[in-house]
């Protein structure tokens, strides 16, 4: 089925956490004071406290800011050191500056320094505020997993996507046991038990 979601925000989401990483990859180069020894035990390498990253899209506009309230170094693996986040919290700016941001929160997060695999656990909820004909946009699950390269993202644990109307009155929601989101050719394959319900007045259309 198609998301209920209009296909640039469906890619901007995912690319939100996407671009997002590269950042993590300059931590290694911050002050020497900021680092801590390694403990060959753990693999503890260091650790930041309240870090903020952001990017610039090719037109010099800030297009993402990345904030946590602690990352800390891993043991390094086949494909390179992982960080752990605690709060991770993502805002994604839209090219027109009319348009509300996206937001993307958790609890924790385990992000590969390539940037490959992104594990968001907790409490993750995703939404961007009402704009135009659209109303308040919600996805809440959990855990997610994001593979940006790939451009998909899964999880194995009961997610909901819903719409709020600017006067708070429900329009839609889509609960499903699992879900699997190819968001390069924007599809959301539901597997397990799925309900999806649609208030009345409500067309549920996708653009």
Known sequence: MR???SSRVNRGLLAMVGLGLVAWLAWHNLADELALPRDTASGYAQRLDNPISWQYDEAGQLA????????????QTATGDRYELDSP???LLDADPA????????ERGTVTERGETVELAGSVHAQREPHQERG???????QLWLY????RARTDVPARFSETAPD???????NAEKIALDWGNEVLTQTGQVRDEIQPGSTGKTD
């Open 99 to 106: 348009v509300p941001p996206w937001t993307l929160r958790a």
């Open 136 to 142: 308040l946009l919600e996805l809440t699950t959990e």
């Open 3 to 5: 998301w209920p979601i």
């Open 168 to 174: 708070g009155t429900p329009r839609w929601h889509s």
């Open 64 to 75: 993402y800011q990345l904030e946590s309230t602690q990352a800390i170094q891993l043991d």
């Open 89 to 91: 919290r993502v805002t």
């Open 148 to 151: 940006p390269s790939q451009r």
